[in-house]
């Protein structure tokens, strides 16, 4: 289990056999009926405390920073999407980075890719540098530059996979074995492929991260992180460490995650199908430079993500000849794709992310070229999306 027993009102479920199938774990996993009511859907515990037979005698829950039987069930079902034995829920993908932070301890040393999401960028340089972990950026498609990075006092190897905003792919395999030659734990942001396209503790990765407001939510009505892992040790650390800094969902926040994720695998191929679509189609179009989707054999790690991933995911990113004027031009041109930060929803969303997501690393080895436009691809029609790119570009 990856937390307290369930209390009693809840129904105990077996997990899910190993031979089940991912769609049907989405469903299942950690949701059983309610034993009371035979309500189908696990309910909303909407509660901040629960009541104790006696002094220090309770039903496996307490108080719900500590625990809330609707975030089990959460934590259950995305434990059992990335193959791994404990998950873990919080209130932010920025609170689930910070709380395995608080892993580590002042002149520990973590390498991290260097190409990250803004706000991690910002939450490693300009918070957790202060209090004495040190950092250094460096390109992990580059394994001789990855080992070189290393040093006696590194404890973490940090990446994500694909990228943000660059769409590098990093070979989660051989990042894992390298570290793991010297005893230095691997965690993964997972956000842009999700679990149903890419696990990377499959793939020897120790840890996973996962922003849970992006694809495993779907909707754009949620925010939230969560962490999985395998490892007793890290995971027993872990879950004190959730329950001491309290960067926790809300009941009601877990639920809508919960609901989100049993529709993850049919979403998952749908935006992939409509972005290869797009990607294909976008390099043929004359004002684009460049396009990243590691879907396109052009990708410099193409053959990774097919070892790795299932399908390619719904994130796209392009440069445009006409540099920072023709992106945030373009970007505000769009009728379907909603000019937003964010990514993952069933809705399409574009952004220019040296002027919004990653205004943080600007001035930074990790600056962002301007002319780079980040679109999340949704599961509206593909025609309809490359027809509202097209008169974007016309207007160029």
Known sequence: MTSAAPIILLAMKTAPAPDLQFETRAIHAGQAPDLMTGAVIPPVYQTATFAQRAVGEHQGYDYARTDNPTRTALQECLASLEGGRFGLAFSSGMGAITTF???????DHIVVADDV?????????????????????VDMTDLAATRAAIRPNTRLVWMETPTNPLLKVIDIAAISALAHERKILVGVDNTFASPYLQRPLDHGADLVMHST?????GHSDVVGGALVTSNVSLYERLKFLQNAAGAVPGAWDAWLVLRGVKTLALRMERHSQNALQIAQWLQQQPHIKQVMYPGL????????????MRAFGGMISFILHGGKAAAEKMAASTNIFTLAESLGGVESLIEVPAAMTHQSVANSPLEVDPGLVRISVGIEHVNDLMADLDQALENL
């Open 117 to 137: 999401y803004g706000g991690t960028y910002r939450l490693f340089q300009r918070v957790f540098a202060d209090f004495g972990l040190e950092f250094s950026f």
């Open 213 to 217: 407001t992006k694809y495993l939510g």
């Open 101 to 107: 932070m608080l892993y580590f301890q002042r002149g």
């Open 297 to 308: 054999p052009s990708h410099p790690q193409y053959q990774i993500a097919c070892k790795q």
